[in-house]
């Protein structure tokens, strides 16, 4: 099945495609998912055009294990203390790309990110979407609780609370996609 999915994909999606989305700029050379952080709602438009989900994606975006820091941690170095830190949950990776779908929940582990993804002599941050599912999950079993802190670091923190993991600090960046995530999730 699979393998007939990855053949449309490269058919829609391959030059000359039924697809305006280049095939080499949407896929690395491992087959991960290339995605430029500074598109809007690039996550959802790349990973429904990927074809890895039989459902429609909602919302998609990064988030990342630990709690947000503040510019004055940073200039102290608090901040560095969290980056040692051990991963709160196992079964999370540090960083991963959170799914909805109307029924799931999904996270996806990351690749190494990469400058220059968006074309011709560009600079713009591209992260690497991983097929594999880090972990799935009913859509009613996710909450994330936002603290209600917008950091001047660019970012904002709460807590993310999966049915049967134990309740994990995270964070994600202001104006990215995570927060249509993180808006779906809410209590």
Partial sequence: MWSDVAEVAVEVLGPGGGSSLDYDRVFDKKGHLRV?????????QRLHASGWFDEEIVAA???TQGK???LASMFTGWALV???RAKRSKSLPREFCLVVTDDRVIALALSAWSEGGGGEGS???VVKVKREQ?????RGSVRIEPDGRQLKSGQRGGTIDVAGLEQVPVNWALDSDAEEVVE???R
């Fill in 61 to 63: 975006g990064i988030v």
């Fill in 36 to 44: 430029p952080l500074a598109v809007p709602g690039a996550f959802k």
């Fill in 134 to 138: 880090a972990g799935s999950w009913s």
């Fill in 82 to 84: 969290e980056l040692a």
């Fill in 184 to 186: 779906l999730l809410a």
């Fill in 123 to 125: 600079t713009d941050t």
């Fill in 68 to 70: 947000a820091q503040s």
